[in-house]
T-cell receptor, first 112, second 111 residues
């Protein structure tokens, strides 16, 4: 099993550019989520999904969009990147909200 | 709301030293408590968990006991190794709420 995969591993953007961070899982998990990790801040929830077609906002959703057209994929979109979005982004999945979450390896994003 | 407070790092120890990383929490209801570990360049992995008061979670020589009376879930290991160098996150989940993470504690173990 590949588990949770994320691409790219590293990306540099200029302010105002758009991009999509990809996340996929092959465990047939219903629950998927995106976090950002910043020094001294721990992990903060951006968006999450409890199943295909259902998404909701987390703690820090501004500047990010998500969609969940399939169980496997949960892409995170930055429509107009800002330097404040420089961070490491982690995708996670679990069978249900209450069960153990499995994390991807992360995407390191630098916005200049 | 729910929150987790863990000791600030970084923590630097010599190999075979005793480790304690403190974690206290505030939560409504009866939360489940977790410790996650993040090795350099990797994502988070669940290290151990406890789902009710007085439960002890353990894995890879690490232990943590769910103490309801002190609202704590301190992580301990009797003899750390260089390979334990990582960032450790305490987390909780209460009912149908999402996971809430502490800010993380970076541990460096020197040979």
């Amino acid at each position: 099993n590949a588990g949770v995969t994320q691409t790219p591993k590293f990306q540099v953007l200029k302010t105002g550019q758009s991009m999509t961070l990809q996340c996929a899982q092959d465990m047939n998990h219903e629950y998927m989520s995106w976090y950002r990790q910043d020094p001294g801040m721990g992990l903060r929830l951006i968006h999450y999904s409890v199943g295909a077609g259902i998404t909701d906002q987390g703690e820090v959703p501004n500047g990010y969009n998500v969609s969940r057209s399939t169980t496997e994929d949960f892409p995170l979109r930055l429509l107009s990147a800002a330097p404040s979005q420089t961070s490491v982004y982690f995708c996670a999945s679990s069978r249900t909200l209450q069960e153990t979450q499995y994390f991807g390896p992360g995407t390191r994003l630098l916005v200049l | 709301g729910n929150s987790v407070t863990q000791m600030e790092g970084p923590v630097t120890l010599s190999e075979e030293a005793f480790l304690t990383i403190n974690c206290t929490y505030t939560a409504t209801g009866y939360p489940s408590l977790f410790w996650y570990v993040q090795y350099p360049g990797e994502g988070l992995q669940l290290l151990l968990k406890a789902t009710k008061a007085d439960d002890k979670g353990s894995n890879k020589g690490f232990e943590a006991t769910y103490r309801k009376e002190t609202t704590s879930f301190h992580l301990e290991k009797g003899s750390v190794q260089v390979s334990d160098s990582a960032v450790y996150f305490c987390a909780l989940r209460s009912g149908s709420e999402k996971l809430v993470f502490g800010k993380g504690t970076k541990l460096t173990v020197n040979p």
